[in-house]
């Protein structure tokens, strides 16, 4: 008897396992940041092949930036500290940024900065771009180069809007 639905090649996906590797990367992200994080750990805390792991996220960028993207994604406040505050929460994850996490906090970035560019010039602001930029550039400065804490995201708003 044949039906009208046909079945894909290979063996069918497993049910929920894209949420349980998502849901293990955020652990083992917030457990030892983005340097230490390793596909094989997802692999061997799930029991998924390393290979089915790719297949879903292609690289370890790909599957970092899914695994924080719901988290902190609120841009829908009109507190540019608020934007700033939850920003600095996400990048907090991927402490030593190199290679490939430069992809991954662009994709938190940019909807960020579109955000408190957008805030500034509902506020009248005539550089409001430059001004955004400033702001995420103080959170990165800090993150990155400084490596001081994050904590400062009000300083931080005062000090380039005045």
């Known amino acids: 008897m044949m039906t009208d639905m046909k079945r894909g090649r290979g063996r069918p996906r497993r049910q929920g396992a894209d949420e349980e590797i998502l849901s293990v990367a955020r652990e083992l992200l917030r457990d030892r940041g ?12 799930t029991g998924i092949a390393k290979t089915t792991v ?7 960028g790909a599957l ?4 924080i993207a719901p988290m902190h994604a609120r841009t829908d406040t009109d507190d540019v500290t608020q934007v700033l505050r939850e920003t600095a929460c996400v990048l907090k994850l991927l402490s030593s940024p190199e290679g490939e996490a430069i992809d991954v906090i662009r ?12 805030l ?11 001004r955004a930029d400033l702001l995420i550039g103080a959170l990165l400065t800090r993150l990155l180069i400084t490596r001081a804490p ?9 000090a380039v809007l005045a």
């Open 64 to 67: 970092v930036a899914a695994a």
């Open 150 to 158: 994050l904590d400062e995201e009000e300083a931080i708003v005062e």
């Open 34 to 45: 983005y340097r230490e994080f390793t596909v094989d750990a997802i692999s061997e805390r």
């Open 54 to 60: 790719y297949r879903r996220f292609p690289s370890k």
């Open 107 to 118: 994709a938190v970035v940019e909807p960020r900065r579109a955000r408190v560019a957008e």
């Open 120 to 130: 500034l010039k509902n506020d009248g602001s005539e550089d409001a771009e430059l």
